[in-house]
């Protein structure tokens, strides 16, 4: 292992060993509680541009495995935690986590207070950091985060969205074959908007008894209405994914387009944010986000669900004059999920497709799949 030195942009500056990728990077630090699912987490397209700190302190323990991928690389900056370990346990690993991070370019911090770095962004707020195994010099780190970009500078979709339309044919996993299960004729279809959607959440959508197709999100939404119109498509999906989502003009005008159409839509996370902000109600920023697997959310009929987060903008409240709250956060009392008035149009802000994560919310999926045409 070698010495990486940490600088965030309230001025701490640390010293910890670094595995996985070398190099420096920046970006914008924040705390996820999960217990379980750090594969998952790594390569969770929504994380690109981040920096994770775990706070579960071991971290490596099981392995990594091509199953456990949501995407096809690991976006995220970095992940810091307290213990890594290099030698695995677990029946269904194929290899080490250092080998994958070196894979994908992800710098590992580990050897560090991550109690200290979780009080820090708890207090303070998420921040930018940078992190180098070349840069030692406390001043030079900071003269280089001041001149970097801010991950609210940067269009992250481009980069995690697919580049070309395919379709999705795998569904949830099978505890019993230890594989996924495979798509089933469906008549009802539906179109996914990749903002950089997780593998697990087009599992749950075929499981639903959905076909999919998902596209790139550079679309047009003169197009959706056209398949819409003519039958081939019945619904349209828009997922979760990374960055500042008042940052994307042309989405937000395509996405409002497709509201002013009569297509059923359901949407998840950034989807979620990005049908706010078309209808014309801004999303804001979280103090240091919500990250984890263990949110408690009411749902409408005033059952509690344990539920996987993974964001740093909410809706606002006054989305209320057009929407009735359908899920509201347990902890802090933010807007989980909503159905807009007079219209076919759900979403939530937490993830019910886990990975990793509780399961109570995955009849959500269930929901759509019925007001699909």
């Given at each position: 292992m070698?010495k990486?030195?940490i600088?965030?942009?309230n001025g701490?500056?640390?010293e910890a060993?670094?595995?996985g ?6 970006g914008?630090?924040v705390?996820?509680t999960?217990l379980?699912?750090?594969q ?8 690109a541009?981040q ?5 579960m ?11 456990d991928?949501?995407?096809k ?7 810091l ?11 269904r690993?194929?290899?080490d ?9 992800v710098l590992g911090?580990?050897?560090?207070d991550?109690?200290y770095?979780t009080k ?12 180098s195994?070349e840069i030692s010099?406390?001043?030079d780190l ?6 970097s ?6 269009n ?8 070309e339309?395919?379709?999705h044919?795998f569904g949830?996993?099978?505890?019993e074959?230890l594989?996924?299960n495979?798509?089933i004729?469906s008549d009802?279809?539906i179109?996914v ?5 997780k593998r697990?959440i087009?599992n749950?959508l075929?499981?639903s ?11 047009k939404a ?11 498509i ?18 937000k005008k395509?996405?409002?387009?497709l ?13 979620h944010?990005?049908l706010?902000?078309?209808h014309?109600y801004?999303t ?5 986000g919500?990250h984890g697997g ?8 005033n059952?509690?669900?344990?539920t996987a ?5 909410n809706?606002?409240?006054n989305?209320?004059?057009?929407a ?11 807007i989980?999920?909503?159905?807009y008035?007079?219209?076919e149009?759900f979403s ?5 497709e886990?990975?990793?994560g509780?399961?109570e919310s995955?009849?959500?999926f ?6 699909v045409?």
């Open positions: 070698q990486v030195w600088y965030l942009e701490t500056f640390l060993k670094s595995f990728a070398t190099g420096t990077s920046v914008e630090i705390f996820n999960s379980t699912g750090y998952e987490i790594i390569t969770d397209p929504s994380y541009g920096f994770v700190t775990f706070t302190p071991e971290i490596g323990n099981v392995g990594v495995n091509a199953d991928m949501e995407s690389t690991a976006y995220c900056k970095g992940i935690v307290r213990n890594y370990h290099h030698e695995y346990s677990n029946f690993a194929e290899g986590l250092d080998s994958l991070l070196k894979e994908h370019n911090i580990c050897d560090i991550t109690r770095l820090i962004i708890r207090d303070e707020g998420a921040m930018m950091m940078i992190a195994t010099s406390k001043d900071a003269r280089k985060l001041a001149e970009f801010r991950i609210e500078d940067i992250y979709i481009k980069e995690v969205s697919t580049k339309p395919y379709i044919k949830a996993w099978n505890h074959k594989e996924y495979k798509a004729m009802k279809k179109l908007v990749d903002f950089g959607v697990n087009l749950e075929v499981e008894g959905l076909e999919v197709e998902v596209i790139p999100s550079n679309f003169e197009d959706l209405i056209a398949r819409f119109e003519s039958k081939e019945g619904g349209i999906f828009l997922s979760n994914g990374p960055g500042d989502p008042l940052t994307l003009e042309e989405e395509e996405v409002k387009k509201i002013d159409s009569e297509i059923p839509m359901f949407a998840i996370c950034l989807g944010q990005m706010s902000i078309a014309g801004d804001y920023k979280l103090k240091f919500q263990n949110h408690p959310v009411a749902n409408s009929q059952i509690v669900e344990i987060q993974n964001h740093n903008y809706v606002p409240d989305i209320i004059e057009i009735e709250i359908t899920h509201k956060n347990l902890f802090d009392n933010t989980e999920g909503v159905k008035k007079n219209k149009i939530v802000q937490h993830h019910p886990a990975s990793p509780p399961h995955k009849y959500i269930n929901e759509f799949a019925k007001i045409k």
